[in-house]
């Protein structure tokens, strides 16, 4: 059974930065990717990673998010700078069953999901 474990969540102010983990256990997979959902809304796409390290992000964070993995430690990142109200959301961390193709933003591509980290910016 795939497992993520997100953390680093919190509550900062406009401006602020803060780096999300996400440990992976029994996943050896290279496409994986962060999420967000706020209340009343969809869960969408944030920042993605697929093969050799292609990365693919939401407009609404290109330039201010920045996602990466340490396959050893078999852990992926997300350092997010500049941080806005708007970025208030319960944060999650997923998984791909099967890797190819480009980089995938859309939530139904993952199969395997984490329990989530709440991220609260205020102006």
């Known amino acids: 059974q795939v497992q993520l474990v997100e953390s680093g969540g919190g509550a900062v102010q406009s401006g602020g930065s803060l780096r999300l983990s996400c440990a992976a256990s029994r996943y050896s997979g290279s496409c994986m990717g962060w999420f967000r959902q706020a209340p009343g809304k969809e869960r969408e796409g944030v920042a993605a990673?697929?093969?050799?390290?292609?990365?693919s992000y939401a407009d609404s964070v290109k330039g201010r998010f920045t996602i990466s993995k340490d396959n050893a430690a078999r852990t992926l990142y997300l350092q997010m700078n500049s941080l806005k109200p708007e970025d208030t959301a319960m944060y999650y961390c997923?998984?791909?069953?099967?890797?190819?193709?480009?980089?995938?933003?859309?939530?139904?591509?993952?199969?395997?999901w984490g329990q989530g980290t709440q991220v609260t910016v205020s102006s």
């Open positions: 990673m697929g093969r050799g390290g292609s990365t």
């Open positions: 997923a998984a791909r069953f099967v890797c190819g193709g480009n980089v995938k933003l859309d939530p139904g591509q993952y199969a395997y």
